[in-house]
């Protein structure tokens, strides 16, 4: 009841935020995605859907503020069905509290996702102070570069949901928490720099961060720098860093790299494990571009286990067309998944996957046929289709 109770006052302080400020207050849609799979069972076509919104309410410049909500289902197949009843099961109860289980678990709801408060051009300098509450920056995104700057796009292709639905890669650390942002960019036009002091939620009550950010845009060169620490954490605290590096010295070549180590311990050896590794070099010809990524996934990704310890992708993509140019492109992947653990079943896999991307006012589509060729089977795991939808407002 707490939940629902604090949702509703949000609501109505949005409400009563938007009529009183009139167009001091912005109502807008972040994000809004829905990824589609469609996968065989039992000789069965299954689609189970995905969605993940944000809705952001902001307004003033001085002190600046923002709300934001949303929700995130990993099934919103359940979305509007009734609860189940249980004499539909009657007698058999194990089967109701199964059916009444799984009703519960995804059930899709609007809930709290942050909120901030800005004070902008503290003691008349080019530095801001926010106050926040939930979540904040992504570091190691890259997702900066575009509202920061106002640049293009530069983040990988290969991240998020669509690509890694268990972990979701994107970035190298996420601030997450209560706590205080100081930013500036002392008066320059190509840098801005950040210090979050935080309670961490990755980590629980009572826990902190400390990080600290810089960012570098140039015409041809974009760079990010962060490290962080947390406390009290095992016997030494635990801590963090990472490098974005992105460098397009032609319009036909590009190099995008994420560099980091998610989790360090200085109780525990170091090891290879403990990184995060990225390298794109991408290749544009007129109507052709070639993209190569590699990448060495973590064991540790903000602050908890991935269970990919050891796990290395090598993706390809031959993609035709430019989508930051025309409204369609399309190409083919390639993806070679590496298990170097000793204790992994299969060390090797193969997928192929066709796509054709497509953008029509504001939305982007994705279709895509994961065709996995080895482990080589001609059974329900071996074809996965997938629509992707994502909103841009």
């Given amino acids: 009841m707490k939940k629902k109770q604090f949702l509703l006052i949000c609501l109505l302080s949005a409400g009563l935020i938007l009529p009183v400020t009139g167009f001091a207050a912005d109502l807008t849609i972040p994000e809004l995605e829905l990824i589609s799979r469609g996968y065989w069972q039992q000789d069965r076509l299954i689609l189970s859907t995905r969605g993940r919104t944000e809705l952001q309410v902001s307004g003033g410049y001085k002190f600046g503020g923002s709300l934001l909500l949303g929700f995130e289902s990993e099934n919103l197949g359940y979305a509007g069905r009734d609860a189940p009843v249980l004499d539909d099961y009657a007698p058999d109860e194990s089967a109701y509290i199964s059916a009444l289980s799984d009703y519960m678990e995804n059930q899709t709801t609007l809930q709290f996702q942050g909120a901030q408060i800005t004070y902008r051009d503290l003691f008349d300098t080019p530095t801001n102070l926010t106050y926040f509450v939930g979540r904040n920056d992504r570091l190691g995104s890259a997702e900066v570069f575009p509202t920061e700057f106002g640049s ?18 994107r970035g ?115 109507y052709v571009s070639v993209i190569l990524t590699l990448f060495w996934h973590p064991a540790m990704y903000n602050m908890q286990p991935t269970g990919d310890d050891g796990s290395a992708d090598i993706n390809f993509n031959l993609q035709f067309g430019n989508p930051q140019q025309s409204p369609l492109s399309g190409g083919i992947e390639t993806n070679f998944t590496l298990e170097t653990e000793a204790s992994s079943a299969q ?27 080895l482990p080589y089977s001609l059974g329900e795991d071996m074809v996965e289709g997938i629509i992707g939808v994502k909103a841009e407002f």
Wanted: aromatic fraction near 20%.
């Fill in 347 to 373: 060390d090797f896999k193969l997928k192929v996957t066709p796509y054709l991307s497509a953008i029509t006012s504001g939305v982007m589509w994705n279709f895509m046929v994961h065709v996995n060729l």
């Fill in 172 to 286: 190298i650390h996420s601030v997450h928490g209560t706590g205080i942002e100081l930013s500036s960019s002392f008066g320059t036009q190509w840098n801005r720099s950040s210090v979050y002091l935080y309670q961490d939620s990755n980590l629980g009550d009572g826990n902190y961060s400390a990080d600290a950010r810089f960012l570098a845009h140039f015409e041809k060169l974009k760079l990010e720098l962060f490290g962080g620490t947390s406390f009290p954490q095992k016997s030494y605290g635990l801590y963090r860093g990472g490098i974005l590096f992105h460098y397009s010295p032609a319009e036909r070549g590009e190099f995008f790299s994420q560099i980091g180590l998610p989790y360090y311990d200085p109780g525990e050896n170091l090891n290879i494990n403990d990184f995060y590794f990225l390298f794109e070099p991408r290749v544009h010809f007129e």
């Fill in 152 to 169: 293009a796009p530069i983040a990988t292709r290969y991240q998020g949901y669509l690509y890694f639905p268990q972990n979701e890669y």
